[in-house]
């Protein structure tokens, strides 16, 4: 099959079998071409479409902007342990001033003192309060995070990444991403 197209990309919104997304962090996106083939191999129904089209000469077929997929998959229960959900976890705010700028990764107890980079030991602290604090202790240092880091669930990022929005939504995924919002408890 030829398939001539002329558009931007279109990202594809991929749900678990339970109309969830597959993950929020990343959000779970596929290109179109990789939606269009798990079309093909009955793999995912779609959901909603984009108004583009790809076109064959016998051809014609409007781009998937939600897929759901026809087996479910257990999703994991602790998100990656990446920049940005660090960032999310903690807001996007150093965890000594509060300042949302300038964003590096501080070490609570410093490298230098055997101090680990894991959910536990890292939080997010812009650059001014990452320099002050050096290679010291927080107590030597006199700065203890906001928040003591941890090992966020997916259910933690979720509720934060509400706030922080991906800056690309289509408005078919919007049912998706936050249908289930107000039912859940605070
Ligand atoms: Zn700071």
Request: include cysteine; charge should be neutral; hydrophobic fraction near 40%.
């Amino acid at each position: 099959m030829t398939i001539a197209l002329t558009q931007d990309l279109s990202p594809t919104l991929v749900l678990n079998a339970d109309y969830r997304p597959l993950s929020y962090y990343p959000l779970s996106l596929w290109s179109w071409q990789d939606a269009i083939k798990a079309v093909f191999l009955d793999r995912v129904t779609i959901l909603a479409e984009y108004d583009r089209a790809v076109r064959s000469p016998t051809y014609s077929m409007r781009l998937p902007s939600v897929v759901c997929l026809k087996t479910y998959v257990k999703p994991a229960r602790h998100p990656a342990f990446t920049r940005f959900n660090v960032f999310l976890r903690d807001r996007f705010q150093c965890q000594y001033c509060g300042s949302p700028h300038d964003l590096t990764f501080d070490h609570v107890i410093p490298r230098s003192r055997g101090g680990l980079t894991t959910w536990e030991n890292v939080v997010a602290a812009c650059s001014p309060c990452n320099l002050k604090k050096g290679g010291m202790m927080p107590k030597v240092a006199g700065m203890i995070p906001h928040q003591m880091p941890f090992q966020p669930t997916v259910h933690e990022l979720h509720n934060n990444g509400r706030l922080f929005p991906p800056n690309f939504l289509h408005e078919s995924w919007l049912d998706y991403l936050y249908w289930d919002s107000e039912l859940e408890p605070e």
